[in-house]
Nanobody, 124 residues
Framework: QVQLVESGGGLVQAGGSLRLSCAAS????????MGWFRQAPGKEREFVAR????????YYADSVKGRFTISRDNAKNTVYLQMNSLKPEDTAVYYC?????????????????WGQGTQVTVSS
């Protein structure tokens, strides 16, 4: 089992930056692909970014491509989401998730473990 704890959220002005972190428990972190999702009030949870287990292949939602960067440090059991050029529409609760499957997926229900979320608010 994997436990995930996000941190780094907060209030930032439009155009600013934040870096989210997600610390994972357990010794099998490197066997999971990791994803970031977000959920705004009244909206469904949506895919933001994903990074593969070992080779670091990354995938992004079109809405964040070129602004957000996902990375991981398997030695620290941590995945990061660097968010630049933030927009008010990026405001949401951000969740990290772990996927034991071998195929790239952006579907939340296919991820095995979830963190509790961290709030990101971007003011205009």
């Amino acid at each position: 089992q994997v436990q995930l704890v996000e941190s780094g959220g907060g209030l930032v002005q439009a155009g600013g930056s934040l870096r989210l972190s997600c610390a994972a428990s357990g010794r099998t972190f490197s066997s999971y692909a990791m994803g970031w999702f977000r959920q705004a009030p009244g909206k469904e949870r949506e895919f933001v970014a994903r990074i593969s287990r070992s080779y670091g292949s990354t995938y992004y939602a079109d809405s964040v491509k070129g602004r957000f960067t996902i990375s991981r440090d398997n030695a620290k059991n941590t995945v990061y989401l660097q968010m630049n050029s933030l927009k008010p529409e990026d405001t949401a609760v951000y969740y990290c998730a772990a996927d034991s499957g071998g195929f790239v997926t952006t579907t939340p229900s296919l991820y095995d473990y979830w963190g509790q979320g961290t709030q990101v608010t971007v003011s205009s």
